[in-house]
C-alpha cells in the first residue's frame, strides 16, 4: 500500500470515530430555549452537556448577555467515568468517553504516520 493510501485510510478512520463522538455527544446534550442566570446553579442541568438558546439574568441592561448559546454542564461530567451511577446518563455518557478516546487514538495514529513520513532517514 503507498504511503498517500495509508494516509487517507487514517484520515477516514479519523472522520468515522470523530463522527461516533458527535452523535454519542448529542446523546448527553439537553436543548433548552432559555437560562435563567438568578436561579441556583444547577438547576437547570438535565443532561450532561446543556446547552441553552438565551441567557437571562438578573442585570437590567438588556444588551448585557448575548443571543450566543450558552453551555452549562454536570459538575460531574469530564470526570472518567460519571461517578453517578443512578444518573438516566450514566451509559450514553460512558459511551461518548469511549468514542472520545476511540477519536483521541485514531488522532494520534494518523499525527504519528505523518510525523515519520517526514522523518529524514
Same mark, same amino acid.
Do not use: Q
Given at each position: 500500500?503507498?504511503?498517500? #493510501? @495509508?494516509?487517507?485510510?487514517?484520515? $477516514?478512520?479519523?472522520?468515522?470515530?470523530?463522527?461516533?463522538?458527535?452523535?454519542? &455527544?448529542?446523546?448527553?446534550t439537553s436543548y433548552k430555549k432559555?437560562?435563567? +442566570?438568578?436561579?441556583? @446553579? !444547577?438547576? *437547570?442541568?438535565?443532561? %450532561?452537556?446543556?446547552e441553552f438558546e438565551r441567557v437571562?439574568?438578573? %442585570?437590567?441592561?438588556?444588551?448585557? !448577555?448575548?443571543?450566543?448559546?450558552?453551555?452549562?454542564?454536570?459538575?460531574?461530567? *469530564?470526570?472518567?467515568? %460519571?461517578? *453517578?451511577?443512578?444518573?438516566?446518563?450514566?451509559?450514553e455518557n460512558l459511551d461518548y468517553?469511549?468514542?472520545? @478516546? &476511540?477519536? *483521541?487514538?485514531?488522532?494520534? &495514529?494518523?499525527?504519528?504516520?505523518?510525523?515519520? +513520513?517526514? $522523518?529524514? #532517514?
Amino acid at each position: 500500500m503507498s504511503k498517500f #493510501k @495509508e494516509y487517507r485510510n487514517l484520515s $477516514k478512520d479519523v472522520r468515522e470515530k470523530r463522527n461516533a463522538m458527535h452523535a454519542a &455527544r448529542v446523546k448527553i446534550t439537553s436543548y433548552k430555549k432559555e437560562c435563567f +442566570l438568578g436561579k441556583p @446553579e !444547577y438547576s *437547570d442541568i438535565v443532561a %450532561c452537556i446543556n446547552e441553552f438558546e438565551r441567557v437571562y439574568g438578573i %442585570c437590567m441592561n438588556p444588551n448585557a !448577555y448575548e443571543d450566543t448559546e450558552f453551555t452549562r454542564f454536570c459538575p460531574l461530567f *469530564d470526570s472518567e467515568p %460519571c461517578m *453517578d451511577r443512578k444518573c438516566p446518563m450514566f451509559p450514553e455518557n460512558l459511551d461518548y468517553i469511549v468514542a472520545r @478516546e &476511540r477519536y *483521541d487514538v485514531a488522532v494520534a &495514529r494518523r499525527r504519528e504516520f505523518a510525523k515519520n +513520513l517526514f $522523518k529524514s #532517514k
